[in-house]
C-alpha cells in the first residue's frame, strides 16, 4: 500500500489561508482579551490559533503573558499543580518566540527572569507538598502494623549517590 500523504500535503492552498485567518482571528481576539484582563480566555485562543501555527511569535508572546498572570492568580490561592504548570507553559512559549523570531529576544528574556526563578519556588513548593502527601499516606499504612516512618532512616552513598534505608527500633 502506499503511504499516507502528509496531512499539509493534503490541504489545498484555500484551506492553508483559511487556516491562517482561523489562527489569526483567535490571535487578535486573545490580544483584545489580554487588554480586558480576561486571561484565562486569552489563553485559550492563543492555544487555538498555535495549534493552527505552532511558530506564531506574537502568539507565544501573548500566550506567555496570560500565562503569567493566570500563575500569579494560582499562586495567590496556593495552587502550586496549577501555577507550575501554567509558568512552565510560559516559558517554553518564551523560548520557542526567541528561536521563531529573534525581536522578540529582549522582552522574552525580561519575562524569563522573571518567570524561571517563581518557576523554581513553586516546583519546589509542589515537591514539598507531595512528599508531604506520600509521608502521611506512608504513616497511614505504617500504623497498620505499629509503624510510621520514624522507624526508618536513610543514608547517602557519597560514592554513588543511592540510597539505603535502614529501620531503626523507636
Not at 12 to 31: D, G, I, M, Q, W
Not at 101 to 127: H, I, V, Y
Request: proline content about 5%; charged content about 30%.
Amino acid at each position: 500500500p502506499e503511504p499516507e500523504p502528509e496531512p499539509e500535503e493534503v490541504l489545498t492552498p484555500e484551506v492553508k489561508l483559511l487556516c491562517e485567518a482561523y489562527s489569526t482571528l483567535h490571535a487578535n481576539r486573545a490580544a483584545c482579551l489580554l487588554k480586558q484582563q480576561q486571561y484565562d480566555s486569552a489563553h485559550k485562543d492563543c492555544t487555538v490559533a498555535l495549534e493552527r501555527n505552532p511558530d506564531y511569535a506574537k502568539v507565544l508572546m501573548r500566550r506567555a503573558e496570560a500565562g503569567e498572570q493566570l500563575a500569579l492568580r494560582a499562586i495567590s490561592e496556593a495552587n502550586s499543580i496549577e501555577s507550575s504548570g501554567k509558568l512552565q507553559t510560559a516559558v517554553d512559549d518564551l523560548k520557542r518566540a526567541m528561536e521563531v523570531d529573534a525581536s522578540f529576544g529582549s522582552t522574552a528574556r525580561q519575562m524569563l527572569r522573571r518567570l524561571e526563578p517563581m518557576l523554581t519556588q513553586e516546583n519546589e513548593k509542589m515537591k514539598e507538598e507531595m512528599m508531604g502527601k506520600l509521608k502521611s499516606g506512608a504513616n497511614w499504612l505504617l500504623g497498620k502494623i505499629g509503624l510510621s516512618l520514624d522507624n526508618f532512616e536513610t543514608k547517602q552513598d557519597p560514592v554513588t549517590g543511592s540510597y539505603s534505608v535502614q529501620f531503626v527500633q523507636k
